[in-house]
């Protein structure tokens, strides 16, 4: 979202018409703790083709581009991701590096996240960290 500060006064911000933008994305960002193995980027928009691609096959960036009506994390969007992104990208990573297939990924409770038994494929799940711990970490 743009930042809420800018340079201008507060009667302009309070002018008629004056509406505050709430363009967004949101991107999925994952990597292992040494960080050698970085899953590929997901970036989640509101448009199925933004302006910003407009001449672009959006199919072709270094990205993996989902939609959702409020560019926001949904659990949908995330276990589609879990299934068809990390889990093959942790696959392909363990196997090139001769390791047995395990896999473990640890995130923080959120609204927005399914539950464990829906995030699971062979040996590799996910945990999730008790609430409040996040800000410790």
């Not at 004056?18 to 703790?33: E, G, I, P």
């Not at 199925?48 to 560019?71: E, G, Q």
């Not at 990208?89 to 609204?111: F, G, N």
């Amino acid at each position: 979202m743009l930042p809420t500060k800018i340079l201008a006064s507060r009667k302009e911000a309070a002018a008629p018409g004056y509406k505050r933008s709430k363009d967004r994305v949101t991107v999925y960002l994952c990597s292992n703790a040494a960080g050698t193995h970085k899953v590929p980027v997901m970036l989640n928009g509101k448009s199925v083709k933004p302006r910003a691609f407009k001449n672009i096959n959006v199919k072709s960036l270094p990205v993996h581009y989902r939609t959702s009506k409020t560019a926001w994390m949904n659990q949908e969007l995330f276990i589609e991701w879990f299934h068809s992104e990390f889990v093959p990208s942790v696959k392909k990573h363990l196997k090139s590096q001769k390791l047995p297939i395990k896999a473990l990924l640890v995130l923080d409770t959120a609204p927005s996240r399914p539950s464990e038994e829906e995030l699971k494929d062979g040996n590799i799940h996910a945990v999730f960290l008790p609430p409040n711990v996040t800000a410790l970490i």
